[in-house]
Structures are given as structure tokens and as C-alpha cells.
């Protein structure tokens, strides 16, 4: 076959050759010289002419001629591509298919089988020739990426031939790989962070679970059925269960009030029917009935109000699981309320706790947090904790200040704990609150026990909680035996009995002359006297969340090391002493209203005992707890002649006795002298015990008359 054949049988034109070829264009004597070849070979190959035509009609395939290399064969390839490469590869593969080509060529020389066998292949071997060339680059992008996956796995994947050292040394290099490359780097990260960073993956619970448990043990086989399944929006805070009722038109909204100093001050807002419903819930709440709440929320499912304070109710009847789901409820229907503007993880975005309106998030929230504790997920708590208090850092109306120390201890978070003690210290004196007095020490002291850390951090961790924890002893010396107490330690005999740590700095500064202990001991004793009654809630509240985080053995033992250091400073009449003395004159004689307000919501026992008559003697709802006294009201409720419906069954009774009996207008009445004084249950019970009295003091039985013949002989029935 001649040479002008085999292009023809390639698809080529005049114009183009195979790579290897000289000239690209052959002269008008070369072409002559094939046709003459072609002529001459009718003779010789007669009876391979004499053979029927391949089914694809062309003809046989002839080896084409060698030419010396050096020149362009295809002209082609000088064209640039319109989009050039990086790497060198496609020159390479181009090689490396040219050498293929030239292989089968010498293949087709050296067997003359190869010939027939082309004949019967015909019709596969021009579908294939007949391919464009442009279509060639797709395939060296897929050889490319295949060469690359295969040096990956042999990097990865060691020959037969290797040595244990070298499987080693790669599962190591793997091990290394997945970690992080170096722990300063992580957290040079978190550091340039801000500091009340929340990541929307935080403050799911099911991503702490899987890292303590696994995927497979959180989910198991749970796969949500797409025919069941109920197209809802999607939220961060909460994920929307299949069993709540479906989410329609809540009557509430939120607005952007203003802008300014790089801030968003937003308020969640009430339409006409979400008041109305309001309206409803204060009766319902004011006739002491939990009836009327489940009444009111299968009529409104979504009223926000009537969620929290039927989760207290749940909660109260120790029925977790439905109290922590009503306050799941609530947090996605506000939530379905945000503004578009309003962020989360911003840290930028405000709202003002005076407004009635958005009390209610901070206190789903609030709720949502101690759910979470008490699961075990102290991560995503902490997350929360934080997403509350960037709502208004400057005023912090639920005190988180308070929790957020023993949540960073429990998630074991000590460089976020350590980082906010030393930024916010110089405008918010954090080392006054006894939890971070006690709780930075701590934190130091477990990073100083970390392996990951280097010789030098863990040298200075080490020394700034032992500086620290003697600077908290000093200034508060009544937290050491209640926390010694609630851990079930015994301190020793030298403890014990120090005046300054001892029962006298619990109770009373006794005199000098009625006491006991000795003229140089009862010297020291006016640096412990007497704390004040905040400083006693602070401290109540404190060992009442963080005693298990000290029963570690190896931090008793490093606690009372540094008592002992305390008590040499005290004999040795330390300036420090006095000077601890006359801060805590000075300072924790009232509370604040936040912190009362913290203290009533966090429902620990020995806080809540320690709280003034002032506070305990008002009412106090779950769904508003000590309301801010510069309270913002948006609207108010009307004043009805009527009395209400939902009287209980015995003021309706007593009623009907006594038309003058009125439980719930005396009750109203009251509440306009004292507020909130129709809230208050003993005044209610006290007057229907007076008014039974009165009935049963009023009531004459009358004497049956006399029959002048009491035997009744002769008388007759009819």
C-alpha cells in the first residue's frame, strides 16, 4: 500500500504527518514514485489484489517510510494552545504515544500476521483513526491525573520489597498529617480571633457528641425518609423536630432600631394578634392554673411566653425531656423572627433588655444553656453562654460573667478563660468576682499539666496559678472551707483551727475578750471578719457549680500546698493582708439587680438562701424574673370592667354564697397599691379561708317543729 493510501486510510491530510516524519509535504517526483509503485505492484501481489475489498472499503495498510528525524512533522503542533499548561507533562505523554505508534509500526514490519489480522480489524481500527486530534487532550488530562493518583499511592502504599521501618515511618507521617502542625500555630488562630467568636457548628449538641462518642453512636441509623420527611427552614440554634406543630405566621418580627459605632441595635416586635395572645397568657397566669397554659398553647403553638413558663412547670415535675423540647419550641420561633441583618456570630448586633419583647430570648436562651450543662455538652453551652453575652457585654443583664468561668473549666477551653481574665480585666476587674479569682488559677494549673505544651509556657503557667491562688485565698478566705465541705475533705488541724481560714471567718469577729484564741492569733482576725451578703451569694453560687472541679487529688494537694503559703503570710503580718481587708469593706454590700436575676434563674440552693428580703418578698415569674425598674413598655394591657371567665371552681362557689365574695378584685385591687401583689398566692388563699369562716360562723340551723302528740296514736294517713 502506498504512502498516500495510509493517509487517506489515517483521515490525514495532505498537510499533516505522523510526529516522527521529515517533511510534511512530499514533492511531485515522490508522488510519482508511489504511483508507480502502486503500478508495480499489481504484478506481485496479484493474488492479493484478487482478495475482497475490508468491509469499511478501504484499503490494506502499509508501513510508512522512515524519514530522518529533526523537523516539524505536523504543522500543526507550531499553533500555540489557547490555554497554556503549567506543567510539562503533555510533552512527555505526546512522546510516550509517539512511541507507541512506532511500536505498532514495528510490530506490522516484523510479523507478517499482523497484516490479516489488520484486514479483519479494519472497521475498529478507522473508528478509532478517524478521531479528531483535538479530542487527544481530554485523554492526557485523564492520564495525568491518574499518574498523579498513582504516585500518591505509592507514597502512601509501600512495595512488597520494604522494610518494617519504612511502613513505620510512613503511618507516622500519616498520624502527623491529620494533626494539626503545631499547637502555637492553632493557637496563634484562636488568639486573633475575637474574643466572643461563635462558629455556628458549636452550638449544635450533636457535634460535641459525635467527638465524645462517634457519629455512629450519636445518629445510629437514623436517615430521615423523604416521603415523611417536612420541608422546614433551616436553623443554628435549634433543630425543628417532626412532632412540633407546624410553623405559620407568629406575630412576631424584629427591626433595626439604629446603627452606629459599628453596632446593630435591633428589638423583636409584636403585631396586633401576638398581643392579643399576650393578653391571654397574663390571665391564664393570673388564675394559677397550668390547665389554661396548655389551653392557650394548643390554640397559639407558638406564643413564646406560654413555652418558658410551661417548661418551669415541666421542669418542676421533673419532666426533662418535655421542658428542655418547650424551650427548643421557643427558641426556633424566634429565631423564624430574625431580621435579615441580624447575626449571630457578628458579635456586632445588640439587644436592649429594657424592652419587654426580647427578655424572652434572653431567657430561652438562658434555659437552653442549663439544658445543655446538665447533658453534657459544656462546648456547646459555653458557645451559648458567649452568643448571650455579646448581646450587650456592656450591661450584662443575666450576669453571665458568673457561669462562663465554669463552662470554659468544664469544656476544657483554659486559653479562651485565661485570654477574656486578661483582656477585660483592666475595664471589668474580673479578679474581684471570687469565680475568677478561683477559677483563672485553676485554668493555669491544668494547662501547666499539658504534654503538648512546651518546657517554657508549662513553667510559666505553673507560676502564674500559684501566684494567682494566693492572691484569691488572700482576698477571699471564706471560700476555702465551704469548698473543703461540699468536696467531703477534712482540712487538718492547722487549718482548721487558724482564725483566719477557721469557723470564726464564716460566722462572726469575735472580741478579744470573750474569745478563745490567742491575743497574737485574734490580731490577724479582723482581716477574715464577717463577708457581706453579696460577697456571701457570689460565694455560694460559686462552690455550688465548680466543687467537683476541685476534688482531683492533684488539685487538693495543690491547693493545700498554697493554704499553708497563705497562713505563713498571715502570721508574718503581710501588708497584702490589710490591704485584701479594706476592699472587702469597701465593696459587695448590695448586689446589683443582674445579679439577683442570675441567681434566681440558676436555682442553686445555698445562692438562692443567701438572696435579701427584698427580693424574695416580691413575686417572681419564669417568664419575666425581676424585670429591669427602666423597663421600655411597648404596649400595655387594658383594663376590663368585666370580671374574667376563668375563675376556679371554689371562687365561683363562694360566689354564689357570698355575693359580696370576690377573690381576684380585692386580689387587682391590691396590685394597685403594691405591684404585682395580684400575683401573690397567700393573699388569695388567706381571703377564701376568711370567707369559709365567715360562711360557717353565719350559718343557724333551725329547730324541727314539735308535734303536741308525739306517739301519733289515732292518726290516720289518709
Given at each position: 500500500?502506498?504512502?498516500?493510501?495510509?493517509?487517506?486510510?489515517?483521515?490525514?491530510?495532505?498537510?499533516?504527518?505522523?510526529?516522527?516524519?521529515?517533511?510534511?509535504?512530499?514533492?511531485r517526483e515522490e508522488e510519482a514514485g508511489e504511483e508507480d509503485e502502486e503500478d508495480d505492484?499489481?504484478?506481485?501481489?496479484?493474488?492479493?489484489?484478487?482478495?475482497?475489498?475490508?468491509?469499511?472499503?478501504?484499503?490494506?495498510?502499509?508501513?510508512?517510510?522512515?524519514?530522518?528525524?529533526?523537523?516539524?512533522?505536523?504543522?500543526?503542533?507550531?499553533?500555540?494552545?489557547?490555554?497554556?499548561?503549567?506543567?510539562?507533562?503533555?510533552?512527555?505523554?505526546?512522546?510516550?504515544?509517539?512511541?507507541?505508534?512506532?511500536?505498532?509500526?514495528?510490530?506490522?514490519?516484523?510479523?507478517?500476521?499482523?497484516?490479516?489480522?489488520?484486514?479483519?480489524?479494519?472497521?475498529?481500527?478507522?473508528?478509532?483513526?478517524?478521531?479528531?486530534?483535538?479530542?487527544?487532550?481530554?485523554?492526557?488530562?485523564?492520564?495525568?491525573?491518574?499518574?498523579?493518583?498513582?504516585?500518591?499511592?505509592?507514597?502512601?502504599?509501600?512495595?512488597?520489597?520494604?522494610?518494617?521501618?519504612d511502613i513505620e515511618s510512613i503511618l507516622v507521617r500519616i498520624e502527623n498529617s491529620n494533626?494539626?502542625?503545631?499547637?502555637?500555630?492553632?493557637?496563634?488562630?484562636?488568639?486573633?480571633?475575637?474574643?466572643?467568636?461563635?462558629?455556628?457548628?458549636?452550638?449544635?449538641?450533636?457535634?460535641?457528641?459525635?467527638?465524645?462518642?462517634?457519629?455512629?453512636?450519636?445518629?445510629?441509623?437514623?436517615?430521615?425518609?423523604?416521603?415523611?420527611?417536612?420541608?422546614?427552614?433551616?436553623?443554628?440554634?435549634?433543630?425543628?423536630?417532626?412532632?412540633?406543630?407546624?410553623?405559620?405566621?407568629?406575630?412576631?418580627?424584629?427591626?433595626?432600631?439604629?446603627?452606629?459605632?459599628?453596632?446593630?441595635?435591633?428589638?423583636?416586635?409584636?403585631?396586633?394578634?401576638?398581643?392579643?395572645?399576650?393578653?391571654?397568657?397574663?390571665?391564664?397566669?393570673?388564675?394559677?392554673?397550668?390547665?389554661?397554659?396548655?389551653?392557650?398553647?394548643?390554640?397559639?403553638?407558638?406564643?413564646?411566653?406560654?413555652?418558658?413558663?410551661?417548661?418551669?412547670?415541666?421542669?418542676?415535675?421533673?419532666?426533662?425531656?418535655?421542658?428542655?423540647?418547650?424551650?427548643?419550641?421557643?427558641?426556633?420561633?424566634?429565631?423564624?423572627?430574625?431580621?435579615?441583618?441580624?447575626?449571630?456570630?457578628?458579635?456586632?448586633?445588640?439587644?436592649?433588655?429594657?424592652?419587654?419583647?426580647?427578655?424572652?430570648?434572653?431567657?430561652?436562651?438562658?434555659?437552653?444553656?442549663?439544658?445543655?450543662?446538665?447533658?453534657?455538652?459544656?462546648?456547646?453551652?459555653?458557645?451559648?453562654?458567649?452568643?448571650?453575652?455579646?448581646?450587650?457585654?456592656?450591661?450584662?443583664?443575666?450576669?453571665?460573667?458568673?457561669?462562663?468561668?465554669?463552662?470554659?473549666?468544664?469544656?476544657?477551653?483554659?486559653?479562651?478563660?485565661?485570654?477574656?481574665?486578661?483582656?477585660?480585666?483592666?475595664?471589668?476587674?474580673?479578679?474581684?468576682?471570687?469565680?475568677?479569682?478561683?477559677?483563672?488559677?485553676?485554668?493555669?494549673?491544668?494547662?501547666?499539666?499539658?504534654?503538648?505544651?512546651?518546657?517554657?509556657?508549662?513553667?510559666?503557667?505553673?507560676?502564674?496559678?500559684?501566684?494567682?491562688?494566693?492572691?484569691?485565698?488572700?482576698?477571699?478566705?471564706?471560700?476555702?472551707?465551704?469548698?473543703?465541705?461540699?468536696?467531703?475533705?477534712?482540712?487538718?488541724?492547722?487549718?482548721?483551727?487558724?482564725?483566719?481560714?477557721?469557723?470564726?471567718?464564716?460566722?462572726?469577729?469575735?472580741?478579744?475578750?470573750?474569745?478563745?484564741?490567742?491575743?497574737?492569733?485574734?490580731?490577724?482576725?479582723?482581716?477574715?471578719?464577717?463577708?457581706?451578703?453579696?460577697?456571701?451569694?457570689?460565694?455560694?453560687?460559686?462552690?455550688?457549680?465548680?466543687?467537683?472541679?476541685?476534688?482531683?487529688?492533684?488539685?487538693?494537694?495543690?491547693?493545700?500546698?498554697?493554704?499553708?503559703?497563705?497562713?505563713?503570710?498571715?502570721?508574718?503580718?503581710?501588708?497584702?493582708?490589710?490591704?485584701?481587708?479594706?476592699?472587702?469593706?469597701?465593696?459587695?454590700?448590695?448586689?446589683?439587680?443582674?445579679?439577683?436575676?442570675?441567681?434566681?434563674?440558676?436555682?442553686?440552693?445555698?445562692?438562692?438562701?443567701?438572696?435579701?428580703?427584698?427580693?424574695?418578698?416580691?413575686?417572681?415569674?419564669?417568664?419575666?424574673?425581676?424585670?429591669?425598674?427602666?423597663?421600655?413598655?411597648?404596649?400595655?394591657?387594658?383594663?376590663?370592667?368585666?370580671?374574667?371567665?376563668?375563675?376556679?371552681?371554689?371562687?365561683?362557689?363562694?360566689?354564689?354564697?357570698?355575693?359580696?365574695?370576690?377573690?381576684?378584685?380585692?386580689?387587682?385591687?391590691?396590685?394597685?397599691?403594691?405591684?404585682?401583689?395580684?400575683?401573690?398566692?397567700?393573699?388569695?388563699?388567706?381571703?377564701?379561708?376568711?370567707?369559709?369562716?365567715d360562711m360557717l360562723a353565719n350559718i343557724q340551723f333551725q329547730e324541727p317543729p314539735r308535734?303536741?302528740?308525739?306517739?301519733?296514736?289515732?292518726?290516720?294517713?289518709?
Amino acid at each position: 500500500m502506498s504512502r498516500r493510501a495510509l493517509r487517506r486510510l489515517r483521515g490525514e491530510s495532505r498537510g499533516q504527518a505522523l510526529p516522527g516524519e521529515d517533511s510534511p509535504l512530499p514533492s511531485r517526483e515522490e508522488e510519482a514514485g508511489e504511483e508507480d509503485e502502486e503500478d508495480d505492484d499489481g504484478g506481485a501481489g496479484a493474488a492479493a489484489a484478487a482478495e475482497p475489498p475490508p468491509a469499511g472499503g478501504h484499503r490494506r495498510r502499509r508501513r510508512p517510510r522512515q524519514e530522518p528525524a529533526g523537523r516539524v512533522a505536523n504543522l500543526f503542533e507550531l499553533i500555540p494552545n489557547e490555554e497554556p499548561e503549567d506543567d510539562p507533562a503533555p510533552q512527555e505523554e505526546e512522546g510516550y504515544s509517539r512511541l507507541q505508534e512506532e511500536g505498532h509500526a514495528g510490530n506490522e514490519e516484523g510479523e507478517p500476521g499482523a497484516v490479516e489480522l489488520d484486514r479483519q480489524k479494519d472497521g475498529e481500527e478507522t473508528e478509532e483513526l478517524d478521531q479528531p486530534i483535538s479530542n487527544s487532550k481530554p485523554r492526557k488530562k485523564k492520564k495525568k491525573r491518574k499518574s498523579k493518583k498513582s504516585a500518591v499511592d505509592e507514597a502512601t502504599c509501600p512495595r512488597d520489597g520494604g522494610d518494617t521501618e519504612d511502613i513505620e515511618s510512613i503511618l507516622v507521617r500519616i498520624e502527623n498529617s491529620n494533626e494539626p502542625s503545631c499547637p502555637s500555630q492553632s493557637r496563634a488562630v484562636s488568639d486573633s480571633r475575637p474574643l466572643l467568636y461563635i462558629e455556628h457548628r458549636n452550638l449544635n449538641p450533636e457535634t460535641e457528641l459525635k467527638r465524645y462518642f462517634g457519629a455512629r453512636a450519636v445518629l445510629g441509623d437514623q436517615r430521615p425518609r423523604q416521603r415523611q420527611r417536612q420541608y422546614v427552614r433551616s436553623t443554628w440554634l435549634t433543630v425543628p423536630k417532626n412532632s412540633w406543630p407546624r410553623q405559620g405566621k407568629t406575630g412576631i418580627s424584629m427591626k433595626l432600631l439604629e446603627s452606629k459605632r459599628g453596632l446593630q441595635h435591633f428589638a423583636f416586635e409584636h403585631h396586633r394578634e401576638y398581643q392579643q395572645a399576650q393578653f391571654k397568657f397574663w390571665d391564664a397566669v393570673e388564675s394559677l392554673d397550668p390547665n389554661n397554659l396548655v389551653l392557650l398553647l394548643q390554640m397559639i403553638p407558638h406564643h413564646v411566653d406560654s413555652l418558658l413558663q410551661l417548661s418551669d412547670i415541666c421542669r418542676m415535675q421533673e419532666d426533662q425531656e418535655m421542658a428542655g423540647d418547650l424551650i427548643e419550641r421557643a427558641l426556633y420561633t424566634l429565631e423564624c423572627a430574625f431580621h435579615p441583618m441580624f447575626s449571630l456570630t457578628s458579635g456586632a448586633c445588640r439587644l436592649d433588655y429594657r424592652r419587654s419583647e426580647n427578655r424572652a430570648f434572653y431567657l430561652a436562651l438562658f434555659k437552653h444553656m442549663g439544658f445543655l450543662e446538665r447533658r453534657g455538652c459544656p462546648r456547646t453551652a459555653l458557645e451559648f453562654c458567649k452568643l448571650i453575652l455579646s448581646l450587650d457585654p456592656e450591661n450584662d443583664p443575666l450576669c453571665m460573667l458568673l457561669t462562663i468561668d465554669v463552662l470554659s473549666l468544664r469544656a476544657r477551653e483554659y486559653a479562651f478563660l485565661t485570654r477574656l481574665a486578661q483582656e477585660w480585666e483592666s475595664h471589668r476587674n474580673l479578679s474581684q468576682l471570687p469565680n475568677f479569682a478561683f477559677s483563672v488559677p485553676l485554668a493555669y494549673f491544668f494547662l501547666s499539666q499539658q504534654e503538648d505544651l512546651p518546657e517554657a509556657e508549662l513553667g510559666q503557667a505553673h507560676e502564674r496559678a500559684a501566684s494567682l491562688i494566693r492572691q484569691s485565698l488572700i482576698m477571699f478566705p471564706s471560700v476555702l472551707m465551704p469548698l473543703l465541705d461540699r468536696c467531703s475533705v477534712q482540712p487538718d488541724s492547722t487549718v482548721a483551727s487558724h482564725p483566719f481560714f477557721g469557723p470564726s471567718a464564716q460566722l462572726s469577729k469575735p472580741h478579744p475578750e470573750c474569745s478563745s484564741v490567742p491575743a497574737p492569733a485574734v490580731d490577724s482576725l479582723p482581716l477574715s471578719a464577717v463577708p457581706p451578703p453579696a460577697l456571701n451569694q457570689l460565694v455560694s453560687l460559686y462552690v455550688g457549680r465548680t466543687h467537683s472541679l476541685w476534688k482531683d487529688p492533684a488539685v487538693m494537694a495543690w491547693l493545700e500546698a498554697h493554704v499553708h503559703a497563705v497562713l505563713r503570710m498571715v502570721d508574718a503580718h503581710d501588708p497584702a493582708l490589710q490591704e485584701a481587708e479594706e476592699k472587702r469593706k469597701v465593696r459587695y454590700q448590695n448586689a446589683p439587680r443582674n445579679v439577683h436575676r442570675h441567681v434566681i434563674l440558676s436555682e442553686i440552693k445555698e445562692a438562692t438562701a443567701a438572696l435579701p428580703p427584698e427580693v424574695t418578698s416580691q413575686p417572681i415569674m419564669g417568664f419575666d424574673p425581676l424585670p429591669p425598674l427602666d423597663s421600655i413598655v411597648s404596649y400595655t394591657r387594658p383594663e376590663r370592667a368585666s370580671r374574667p371567665s376563668s375563675e376556679s371552681t371554689f371562687s365561683l362557689f363562694f360566689r354564689s354564697l357570698l355575693p359580696n365574695f370576690s377573690l381576684q378584685g380585692d386580689v387587682r385591687a391590691g396590685a394597685e397599691e403594691e405591684p404585682g401583689a395580684g400575683q401573690d398566692l397567700n393573699q388569695g388563699v388567706n381571703r377564701l379561708m376568711a370567707a369559709m369562716r365567715d360562711m360557717l360562723a353565719n350559718i343557724q340551723f333551725q329547730e324541727p317543729p314539735r308535734d303536741d302528740n308525739p306517739e301519733g296514736d289515732g292518726g290516720e294517713w289518709d
